[in-house]
């Protein structure tokens, strides 16, 4: 009886395990879900060039250039620096707890503080006067989020003050790379974000992704949780 309650414990925690992996492979848990992407191969049209942005400074303008390009034949690339971001897209609905992947391509200075950085701003709702704070994820050198300092001005500018490190991550090399991080929506009142980016002539992006990385379903779980205990059993 053992060494049949043995084999069929084998073959069922083997099914459970191939059901599992055909589930990883095509359930919510693959492929990442797309909410925003652009790769500056035409016009600039979800893109913003806020005037003034939330720092109360006046918006940099960001272009198409056809001279760099990761993939296909176009990139972006600004005029001049603006603290605080140049270029924003519209806000995207996000929810808090979960997690969401950020891609770019980037080519341009290392290790210089006023180059190129991606990031975050978030809202708790789909609008300016919601704005809580921003998180940088990429740039040259490590910087800080900021927060806002009470109410919107009439100006519809506000103060801002540092919030925390950033923790961002760092451009390696000059030339064109693929980088990807993560950021996990905070528990709270964060809705809404913007992705941000901020260069100089001299900085290239491109291929920028935002994905959110699904949760495994609760039938995932239970199969691999089942599949655990067979084996453990076996065991």
Known sequence: MTTKYLCASIMVA????????????????????????????????????PSP???GVLGAHMSVTQ??????????????MVRGGSAFTDRIAVNPGQTYRLQVAHKGLVEIQRAGY???NLFSSNDDASYIHEKW??????????QTVGAMKPDQ????AAFAPANNLIWETTDWRLYETSYTIPAGDVNYLSIKMEGTP??????VRLELIPEPSAALLAL?????????RRR
């Open 14 to 49: 083997f099914f459970c395990w191939g059901s599992a992996s055909e589930l990883v492979a095509n359930s919510d848990m693959s492929p990442y879900v797309e909410l925003f992407s652009d790769d500056f191969e035409s016009d600039l049209s979800q893109w913003n060039f």
């Open 53 to 55: 942005n939330l720092h």
């Open 67 to 80: 001279t760099e390009s990761f993939e296909g034949s176009g990139s972006a690339t600004f005029d001049t």
């Open 118 to 120: 991606v990031g975050f």
């Open 137 to 146: 994820l990429m740039g040259p050198k490590a910087t800080n989020d900021f």
């Open 157 to 160: 500018t506000f103060d801002m």
């Open 202 to 207: 001299d900085i290239f992006f491109d291929n």
């Open 224 to 232: 691999l949780a089942m599949s655990g205990l067979l084996v453990r």
